[in-house]
């Protein structure tokens, strides 16, 4: 139900973002902290990965820990038992690089382009059968652009995939 309602204040304009100078690996550690319990569960092991030092930059941590929750429970959702899911931030030309790498079966590269749309689902199936709404995707993406992102994913069939963000050190935001 929360991410209904977060797709229609995107869809009709009112994300609003409220920044402030923040940490941003304290920010995704929270989140990789709050998915443990998940990933314990699931036998899959969570690491989290980072290059210092990072710099506070501006952001919503609220709006990013809810796209780091949404990407990392999408990995552990689509991750093997017995694996890994892969968390890592680092400096990339100004600009702050978040990765998420699952080991699951990975997306066909004719589906990729379902991806951050809309109720749009994949053929791939969680590996405990989990659920989806095919709304969490499209929610990460808009967090993304409304930081002045980027987002975007690379997968191979029979190895998983990586979800990758680009967030901008100094985002210059319009409106």
Not at 65 to 94: C, D, F, H, S
């Amino acid at each position: 139900m929360n991410n209904l309602l977060d797709v229609a204040k995107i869809e009709s304009g009112h994300l609003e973002l409220e920044l402030k100078l923040a940490n941003l690996v304290a920010v995704v550690g929270q989140a990789v902290a709050s998915n443990r319990l998940l990933a314990t569960a699931k036998q899959v092991e969570l690491a989290f990965h980072y290059e210092p030092p990072l710099p506070k930059i501006s952001i919503d941590s609220v709006k990013i820990q809810q796209l780091m929750n949404n990407l990392i429970n999408n990995a552990l959702k689509y991750t093997y038992p017995q694996t890994q899911v892969e968390v890592n931030m680092r400096w990339q030309k100004g600009d702050i690089l978040i990765s998420v790498t699952d080991q699951g079966s990975g997306i066909p590269s004719n589906e990729l382009e379902k991806l951050f749309k809309p109720f749009s689902k994949t053929s791939v199936k969680g590996t405990q059968n989990e659920p989806g709404t095919g709304l969490g995707l499209l929610i990460c993406r808009q967090v993304v652009e409304a930081h002045q992102g980027r987002i975007w994913v690379e997968s191979e069939m029979g190895k998983g995939s990586t979800f990758y963000v680009l967030l901008p050190i100094k985002p210059q935001l319009t409106g």
